[in-house]
């Protein structure tokens, strides 16, 4: 808050370009506090995520299984001035000791990494589009059942 004085506990209007597009609340803030108040999506700044099927398999090693995963994230910006995004993907966080993840690449390198969630700060330029490459894998015993989600990309890597 740069005034000289406090801000109101209350509802806030939200507007664009002269448009209501929304509602949010405002705690009480102090002359000179710093606060964060939600204003809604910005439609302007896109994000993709897609499965790399060239660069993910699935194979056998011995009586092993190995799932290498590959995605790439790709962020645009339709804005006219720059933008810092952060963007945040998970690849599996295993508490099975037979279950081995490895983070085997990523361009750019993550700025933060914990317990299987990456983080990303990307400065974007108006217009500016940037690709996040990444690639994981899962070594476990054949006879593991794994969750849900795995089975599910471990199906759709098989069908490509």
Do not use: C, H
């Not at 929304?22 to 803030?29: E, I, K, M, R, T």
């Not at 790439?72 to 000791?97: G, V």
């Amino acid at each position: 808050n740069g005034g000289s004085f406090p801000l109101l506990p209350g509802p806030s209007r939200i507007f664009v370009a002269g448009s209501f597009i929304g509602q949010s609340a405002l705690d009480f803030v102090a002359a000179g506090e710093r606060f964060e108040l939600y204003l809604g999506l910005e439609e302007r700044l896109k994000v993709t995520r897609d499965l790399d099927g060239r660069n993910s398999s699935t194979s056998f090693l011995g009586n092993n299984k190995r799932l290498r995963v590959a995605y790439r994230l790709q962020a645009r910006s339709y804005l006219k001035t720059p933008a810092e995004l952060e963007i945040r993907d998970q690849i599996p966080w295993s508490q099975d000791d037979r279950v081995k993840v490895k983070l085997n690449s990523s361009a750019p390198k993550p700025d933060d990494s914990d317990k299987g969630i990456l983080t990303w700060r990307l400065p974007l330029a108006g217009g500016e589009e940037k690709a996040i490459i990444f690639e994981y894998q899962l070594d476990y015993p054949a006879d593991v059942q794994l969750g849900a989600p795995t089975r599910e990309l471990e199906k759709q890597i098989l069908m490509k």
